[in-house]
Structures are given as structure tokens and as C-alpha cells.
């Protein structure tokens, strides 16, 4: 059973920092990659940042390219999304997920490879 879980939302005010990780288990060796996605309500999911499993590489939305940092620990399972000079419009629910690859500048997600999110505030 494939779950993920995540953790470290809460609330920052603009120009903070905050670290999300994400633990996960279930997942075949060969993932191809792991990454994080947010969504305001009424909009829809926005995919933000990959790494593939296998060579590293990391792939970001434009809003947080510079900003952001995704990284990944294969022995401890663990994803985590470090957070720099937040803004008020980074304000979402992050959310994590196993996927099948970045393409065109968006995230590939099979059904039930999401985790259940976690609130990430920005008061400015």
C-alpha cells in the first residue's frame, strides 16, 4: 500500500522559511521521482518541483525556481521541500507525490501517488 505522508506546513510570515517533508512507503525501488505540488482552493493542483531517483536531477516551476529546494534521502524514504524568501502567493496546500516525470514544466502523477497535503500560510 503506497502511502505518503507530510509534515512541517504551518503558518510564516513573508520573506521566512519553512522545510516540508514528506516520508513515504509502498513505492516499487524503481520510482522514477518524487515530488511536491500545491493547490489554492479553486485553482487547480500546480506541480512545483521534481528530483528523479535515479540521477538527481531537479526540475521547478517558475514561481519558486531559486526560492525552493527538493531534495531526497532513498534511505530513509523521505522527500523534503525547503522553503526561502516565502511570499504571500506561496500561501497553499503542499502536497507530495511519487511520480512518473516532469514534462513541459509540469508534474506527472499516477492515481493514488498523492499525499494527503499539508497547509502552508504567508502573512505579509
Known amino acids: 500500500q503506497v502511502q505518503l505522508v507530510e509534515s512541517g506546513g504551518g503558518s510564516v510570515q513573508s520573506g521566512g522559511s519553512l522545510r516540508l517533508s514528506c516520508a513515504y512507503s509502498?513505492?516499487?525501488?524503481?520510482?522514477?521521482?518524487m515530488g511536491w505540488a500545491r493547490q489554492v482552493p479553486g485553482k487547480e493542483r500546480e506541480g512545483i518541483a521534481a528530483?528523479?531517483?535515479?540521477?538527481?536531477?531537479?526540475y521547478y516551476h517558475d514561481s519558486v525556481k531559486g526560492r525552493f529546494t527538493i531534495s531526497l534521502d532513498k534511505a530513509k524514504n523521505m522527500v523534503y521541500l525547503q522553503m526561502d524568501t516565502l511570499k504571500p502567493e506561496d500561501s497553499a496546500m503542499y502536497y507530495c507525490?511519487?511520480?512518473?516525470?516532469?514534462?513541459?514544466?509540469?508534474?506527472?502523477?499516477?492515481?493514488?501517488?498523492w499525499g494527503q497535503g499539508t497547509q502552508v500560510t504567508v502573512s505579509s
Open positions: 509502498g513505492l516499487p525501488v524503481s520510482i522514477d521521482c
Open positions: 528530483i528523479y531517483t535515479r540521477h538527481g536531477d531537479t
Open positions: 507525490a511519487a511520480c512518473k516525470g516532469w514534462y513541459g514544466g509540469e508534474l506527472r502523477v499516477e492515481s493514488g501517488r
